[in-house]
């Protein structure tokens, strides 16, 4: 019994009538690293609000170091040892590395007067605890991602923490980070703290955790060891969907080119880019952070255009030197970071949907047509099944693979000749992602020429049918899929 | 039963036939007068006129404007009170271009629109003011140039460059003293400053031009805070009976100055007989008066109105007092 | 590009390049010279003194502004707050003869209890500041005119004497002309030495700043945010109605309309010297550099020599370039590659 440092048996929770947790019960070993899974809205936010507390549980009971609790206060719970690193972190943009490292233990010892070489000397300590090694009085907001989690890990380190709850902590983090953040991860391990790690990428889990438990609709659905886990029972817990491994076959006889690039440069972003985009293909592009897989991607619609090369239309050179130009010569992009590049988030999933149509929309003095603007966005949140109530309701109301959709049906609404995608399922769950991939393939199936940018390996190999690698802003080689696995891939892309 | 309805109606409309027509003679005006800022001493003095008048004659003449010297909030306030179905409106406009189109719509409205130290109004029947800008600002100088002895580098201040009567005062000083005093010179290189009608800059402006231009000996003052403003810049330089201001000035708020002498002179017209002047000049237009050169407003010191020299609408009167350290105890506001 | 040897001092001098505070200060040096060339008036004994007089009102405003700022929010508000507290301490205390700390401390009272409306407002409703203050200017400024009819006003002999008196003349042997260091600047190196105080050396301060770079962090970290906030405003109405007291002092006359429009040449200051309209960040050093610019400029345009008519297009194209300088280095800031958090997706 005491092995666990943490146990919660039946807990409920319900806000107004909506159940969040219909009496879940879980246990974390001392010093294990366990995984919890979910898609969104399955009440592991909630679980970790009630753990931490923030919230007070309807039903149920905690045990955690042997102590049971009907309610845990948040003093109770950080006494206990439990911290939680929140997915946006919580650190202090605007003060130093020192300050927000040594800023909590401040406020919990009292007092009205800073403590200035108390906070360094806190800090230090706190970095010396996860490795960070960055300058303590540089200001948290010029500090890579990466650097202000280890930032939040060792905070959470400093109140004496027994078990660390982590948010989806790798969501935003390159594959080289993510490494780093599991070998502390590792570390904290070895140094008999307990880790909550909740994630939904298969792969993580399979990495890093010993158990994992599994939540669907505030019920846990299974609990035990990674060993006995693989993709497809994965994928079936979260969403209790079967889904078949699927591979993407290009039809038989290949179309005529659509986009073509001769010799296409950007200086500082890739080199001599000479690529051939077919009529009916998925072809993917990838490569590692920084190899010039996105800003290809941007030159292509006009984002950021290329300073020299050529783009061919249908055999046809044409200029694309601005997003206007690629639109209207039916080039698309649904771009990387869909919050700030692709979406008004405070505006309707409606006009969302219609942004990229005013033209066609609108009446010949400019007066939109507001009756037609709803029909067509209802026809396309239905086609792409996006779970909304209301489509007047701001984009920001849906989860992140709704969101991709939307982006997605603004762009289809056009007429299109290439569709280029670019990190087209990053942060989505596992359902949606494969809602996304079965309308692309649909796409290209309707004979639409599409681009994947990814650096999802499996993604690539299960969404395309030929796959270029680029290597510091050059392609460096190109593999057909279905004579291809993920393990050549992915030696293509990272070798020197 | 319709037969006394019809009845009913024609006794009616007979009575509201007689009752127009008797009070046409003595009909009683609702008149409303806009200060540039009600707030200000200036024109908390011209309301008491208004009212005065009001209780005086019987019209329902009423003082409003904004709660500080601003053009947009006063053409608010005009707005406001064109729709309140008045009949004639009297303003003292901030920013004369800025009134134009407000000012067109009451007059299309057959509002009377009566404006004072506002000549360059178009839209308006008449501009009444206290008197002729240029022989105002004339007046100013003589009294500077009698505490300057006549000779020296003196400037010009205003609240803003696009203040329309304080410029004409100033042009009309500096016209004076190109005329009569040949041994004062206009400060070529400032010629006319902007106090922003606040006497914290005016007091700054002054410190900054005898800094700068050691030989300035004296300022006129047009807008009612440049004299104790500037004032206050002399005694603390310690230029007192060295340099010179005269110009328009509140009593209240010169009183130490003018007693002490660092304030030679402020001059003003009455502003609460400018008030009932224009409320008196509002009566006969509406009245269908004839507006002809000497006309008498029945107000001290608009006896005798004249019209400007080419002018078919601005009105002037002769109504400018100055005040020195003897008599300004006889003024109270 | 960084060349050899040392990295750390390179990165230190870009660092302090990513702050305004250099950039507004040769600005200000710039405009100094200038003058100096221009008049041969700037750095006599006389003008100095002129400069800090005109400086100290809005320096005060300035400091509580920034508090607001640096939380992040806005006050537009103190202008209409030291205009009721000035009004009320003059027309209330006329009779009164004592010492003038009585005048001052009611100004400061009165300031506090409208700054605490504000807070009050701010802090539990969560009402967006910008609403609020503009809301209360409106409530104050009508009390003021309204309610108390206010007009201009003699203040008190207390007050009277405090503009009267002097630390010291600047007296300059050329020109001839003196000019006297208000006693009331004492009172604005006092604030600026407790406001470094509170900010830098005390929780709340750091409370102010971390509420500002991110509330909701603030709060899990464990600040409370009503009573910080509550605080904040508290402390920038209680500065408003004593720089109320001491305006009226210094103009020897109680002018209720003197001091609108000077809520925007202080956020203008603010933001000139480094504070961000979005929260968070501000030093005073900054933004009394930034006020100083302002002080400066407005108080020096003859002397420079620029003619009326170009004085107003002249100003406004500082403020622009300046807080175009201020918004440009922020956005360079957050586009550095390092600081973009790069999605860059999982395997």
Redesign the interface.
């Known amino acids: 019994m005491t092995e666990n440092i943490l146990e919660a048996r039946d807990v409920r929770k319900s806000f107004g009538g909506v159940k969040a947790l219909k009496g879940v019960s879980m246990s974390i070993r001392k010093g294990e690293i366990h995984c919890l899974a979910g898609e969104n809205g399955c009440g592991k936010s909630t679980l970790i609000k009630i753990v931490s507390g923030f919230y007070e549980p309807d039903a149920g009971e905690i045990t955690i170091n042997g102590t049971t609790y009907d309610r845990i206060t948040t003093a109770q719970a950080i006494r206990e040892g439990v911290q939680v690193i929140y997915q946006d972190l919580s650190v202090f943009p605007n003060l130093t590395v020192m300050e927000n490292l040594a800023i909590n233990h401040q406020l919990m010892a009292g007092g009205t007067l800073v403590n200035w070489s108390g906070i360094r000397r806190t800090a230090e300590a706190a970095a010396a605890l996860t490795g960070l090694s960055v300058d303590m009085t540089e200001l948290v907001e010029n500090l890579s991602l990466a650097d202000k989690q280890l930032i939040a890990i060792s905070r959470a380190l400093l109140s004496n923490a027994k078990l660390i709850i982590m948010d989806e902590p790798t969501t935003a983090l390159a594959k080289k980070e993510v490494s780093r953040l599991f070998g502390i991860i590792k570390r904290l391990q070895a140094a008999g703290i307990s880790i909550l790690f909740v994630s939904h990428k298969l792969d993580e889990v399979f990495e890093i955790s010993e158990r994992f438990t599994i939540f669907r609709s505030g019920e846990n659905v299974v609990t035990g060891d990674t060993g006995g886990l693989d993709d497809r029972k994965f994928a079936y817990y979260m969403t209790g969907r079967e889904f078949a491994e699927e591979r993407f076959a290009a039809g038989a006889v290949p179309g005529e080119p659509v986009l073509e690039t001769r010799a296409l440069t950007l200086e500082n972003g890739f080199y001599d880019v000479s690529l051939t985009l077919r009529k009916g293909e998925i072809l993917g592009i990838t490569g590692l952070l920084g190899s010039g897989r996105s800003e290809l991607a941007k030159a292509l619609v006009g984002y950021v255009p290329a300073d020299s090369g050529q783009i061919l239309l249908n055999g046809l050179p044409v200029r694309i030197a601005s997003v206007v130009d690629a639109v209207r010569h039916g080039v698309a992009c649904v771009p990387e970071d869909r919050l700030t590049e692709g979406l008004f988030l405070i505006q309707s999933i409606l006009d969302n949907i219609a942004v990229s149509r005013w033209d066609a929309l609108s009446n010949r003095f400019g007066v939109i047509r507001r009756r037609e603007v709803e029909r067509e966005a209802a026809a396309w949140i239905r086609s792409l099944s996006v779970a909304t109530r209301d489509p007047l309701l701001p984009v920001q109301t849906l989860s992140g693979g709704n969101q991709q959709k939307v982006v997605l049906a603004r762009w289809l609404a056009n007429d299109l000749k290439a569709l280029i995608l670019n990190g087209p399922t990053v942060g989505v769950d596992i359902g949606a992602k494969y809602d996304i991939h079965r309308i692309i393939r649909g796409l290209a199936g309707r004979g639409l020429a599409v681009l994947v940018i990814s650096d999802d390996l499996p993604e690539v190999m299960s969404l395309c049918n030929r796959v270029l690698v680029m290597r510091s802003g050059r392609l460096a080689g190109e593999l057909a899929v279905k004579d291809s696995t993920t393990e050549e891939l992915a030696e293509l892309s990272m070798r020197e | 039963m319709r037969k006394l309805l019809a009845s009913f109606v024609a006794t009616v409309l007979l009575a509201a036939a007689v009752a127009l027509s008797a009070g046409a003679g003595e009909k009683k005006y609702k008149i409303a007068v806009v200060p540039k800022?009600?707030?200000?001493?200036w024109f908390?003095h011209m309301e008491k006129g208004v009212r005065k008048y009001a209780n005086d004659t019987g019209h329902n003449a009423f003082q409003k404007g904004p709660?500080?010297?601003d053009a947009a909030q006063q053409v608010q306030v005009i707005q406001d009170l064109i729709s309140q179905d008045i009949d004639a409106l009297c303003v003292v406009p901030v920013d004369p271009a800025a009134l134009e189109p407000v000012l067109a719509e009451a007059m299309e409205k057959k509002i009377v629109v009566i404006c004072h130290e506002g000549s360059p109004v178009e839209n308006c029947d008449y501009d009444l003011e206290a008197f002729n800008n240029a022989d105002y600002g004339a007046f100013i100088m003589d009294n500077l140039a009698k505490a300057m002895g006549e000779k020296g580098v003196y400037t010009t201040m205003v609240a803003h460059?696009t203040n329309a009567s304080h410029n004409e005062w100033a042009d009309g000083a500096v016209a004076r003293a190109k005329a009569a005093y040949p041994n004062l010179t206009l400060l070529a290189?400032?010629p006319?400053?902007?106090s922003e009608d606040?006497?914290?800059r005016s007091?700054?402006?002054a410190?900054?031009?005898?800094?700068?231009y050691?030989e300035l000996k004296g300022i006129v003052g047009t807008s009612s805070k440049d004299a104790?403003g500037v004032a206050?810049a002399i005694e603390?330089?310690?230029?007192k009976d060295k340099v010179f201001v005269s110009g328009t000035g509140?009593p209240?708020?010169s009183r130490?100055f003018v007693k002490d002498g660092t304030l030679s002179y402020i001059t003003l017209w009455d502003s609460s007989l400018a008030g009932a002047a224009m409320c008196a000049l509002a009566v006969d237009v509406l009245n269908g008066v004839k507006i002809v050169d000497g006309l008498d407003l029945g107000v001290e010191g608009y006896h005798k109105l004249m019209f400007a020299p080419g002018s078919d609408k601005v009105l002037l009167g002769s109504g400018w007092i100055v005040i020195d350290a003897k008599t300004i105890d006889d003024y109270d506001f | 590009m960084p060349g050899p040897g040392n990295l750390e001092e390179p990165m230190r001098f870009k660092r302090h390049l990513r702050r305004s505070e250099p950039y507004i200060f040769a600005a200000l040096l710039l405009l100094c010279l200038a003058v100096e060339l221009r008049?041969g008036?700037f750095f006599?004994g006389?003008?100095i003194v002129?400069l800090a007089r005109?400086l100290t009102v809005p320096a005060i405003f300035c400091i509580g502004e920034m508090l607001v700022l640096i939380s992040g929010g806005v006050d537009v508000s103190f202008p209409a707050i030291a205009s009721l507290s000035m009004y009320v301490v003059s027309r209330y205390l006329d009779d009164y003869q004592g010492t003038v700390a009585l005048n001052l401390f009611v100004g400061a009272v009165l300031g506090l209890v409208m700054g605490g409306l504000n807070g009050f407002l701010v802090a539990r409703f969560r009402f967006p500041a910008m609403l609020v203050t503009l809301g209360t200017t409106s409530v104050f400024?009508g009390i003021l005119?309204g309610a108390l009819g206010?007009?201009?006003y003699?203040v008190p002999p207390p007050m009277y004497d405090l503009g009267k008196a002097k630390l010291f003349s600047a007296?300059n042997p050329v020109?001839?002309?003196?000019?006297?260091m208000p006693v009331s600047i004492l009172l604005l190196a006092l604030l600026l030495a407790a406001t470094w105080f509170l900010l830098n050396r005390t929780l709340t301060g750091r409370g102010i700043y971390a509420i500002g770079g991110d509330p909701v962090a603030a709060e899990r970290a464990g600040f409370n945010l009503f009573r910080i906030q509550m605080f904040i405003y508290c402390f920038s109405g209680a500065l408003a109605g004593l720089t109320g007291v001491i305006r009226g002092s210094m103009?020897?006359?109680c002018?209720?309309?003197?001091l609108?429009g000077m809520e925007m040449t202080c956020i203008a200051a603010c933001v000139l010297g480094g504070a961000s309209i979005t929260g968070g960040k501000g030093t005073l050093f900054g933004v009394m550099l930034g006020i100083t610019l302002m002080t400066v400029m407005?108080?020096?345009?003859?002397?420079i020599?620029v003619p009326?008519?170009w004085?107003r297009v002249f100003t406004g194209a500082i403020i622009l370039v300046g807080t175009g300088v201020s918004a440009y280095q922020a956005l360079r800031g957050r586009r550095k590659p390092g600081a973009v958090a790069r999605r860059a997706g999982h395997a």
Do not use: C, W
């Not at chain 2, 410190?207 to 700068?212: C, S, V």
């Open positions: 800022d009600s707030t200000n001493a908390v709660a500080k010297t460059v290189a400032e006319r400053v902007e606040n006497s914290e007091y700054e402006k410190k900054e031009l005898f800094k700068k050691p104790p206050r603390e330089l310690g230029l509140m209240n708020e130490r | 008049s008036q006599t006389n003008n002129d005109s400024s005119f206010a007009r201009e003699p007296h020109s001839g002309l003196s000019s006297d103009m020897l006359n002018h209720p309309t003197n609108n407005a108080n020096s345009l003859i002397l020599g009326t008519y004085q």
